[in-house]
T-cell receptor, first 113, second 115 residues
Framework: DAKTTQPNSMESNEEEPVHLPCNHSTISGTDYIHWYRQLPSQGPEYVIHGLTSNVNNRMASLAIAEDRKSSTLILHRATLRDAAVYYC??????????????FGTGTLLAVQP | DAGVIQSPRHEVTEMGQEVTLRCKPISGHDYLFWYRQTMMRGLELLIY????????DSGMPEDRFSAKMPNASFSTLKIQPSEPRDSAVYFC?????????????FGSGTQLSVL
């Protein structure tokens, strides 16, 4: 399985933008890039995913490098409620028995008031 | 939809006792996953089902763990006998498919403490 590398932790100030990086240099041409986050005492929740183009939704934006070997999750205005562990995960385009969602260690984001 | 529902929210038991964790997936989702989370090992996939059939149980730690899915709306994860090292948060998740674009929906988890 293609691996991802994320910083262990990051800090941000409230109401400022946050850029969470993820390296995936061994990504294949058909892998989707997914982001999940886990708030304290909760299960992981889906944030966003993309394949080649940048993506926006109500929660965040995903910027994908042209060579797809890295991506950045962007929270445009961090709030205290965004403090969580953020996971960057690769999934093959085609489903199947081996296409499991495997979590790494993620980035622990702290948001300061 | 109420989302993925897990019960109990917390379970405290003594070593050697049988523990049963329960999960109700989102209606219409064909895939159900059981994960375990500890500080040391993070989130680990234990087993997953497709249309009530176990597809991959390679993550199940040992024979003391078993999982069933008798119908599309219910799954159990059983530990017998339980041991202190089984203490963890167990999450259930469901999804429509395993396609790369598909997302998983997680329950709130069961915090298991084995004394």
């Amino acid at each position: 399985d293609a691996k991802t590398t994320q910083p262990n932790s990051m800090e941000s100030n409230e109401e400022e933008p946050v850029h969470l990086p993820c390296n995936h240099s061994t990504i294949s041409g058909t892998d989707y890039i997914h982001w999940y986050r886990q708030l304290p005492s909760q299960g992981p929740e889906y944030v966003i995913h993309g394949l080649t183009s940048n993506v926006n939704n109500r929660m965040a934006s995903l910027a994908i490098a042209e060579d797809r070997k890295s991506s950045t999750l962007i929270l445009h205005r961090a709030t205290l409620r965004d403090a969580a562990v953020y996971y960057c995960i690769l999934r093959a385009r085609v489903g199947g028995a081996t296409n499991k969602l495997i979590f790494g260690t993620g980035t622990l984001l702290a948001v300061q008031p | 939809d109420a989302g993925v529902i897990q019960s109990p929210r917390h379970e405290v038991t003594e070593m050697g006792q049988e523990v049963t964790l329960r999960c109700k997936p989102i209606s219409g989702h064909d895939y159900l996953f059981w994960y375990r989370q500890t500080m040391m090992r993070g989130l680990e996939l234990l087993i997953y089902f497709n249309n009530n059939v176990p597809i991959d149980d390679s993550g199940m730690p040992e024979d003391r763990f078993s999982a069933k899915m008798p119908n599309a709306s219910f799954s159990t994860l059983k530990i017998q006998p339980s041991e202190p090292r089984d203490s963890a948060v167990y999450f259930c998740a469901s999804s429509l498919s395993t396609a790369g674009c598909e997302k998983l929906f997680f329950g709130s988890g069961t915090q298991l403490s084995v004394l």
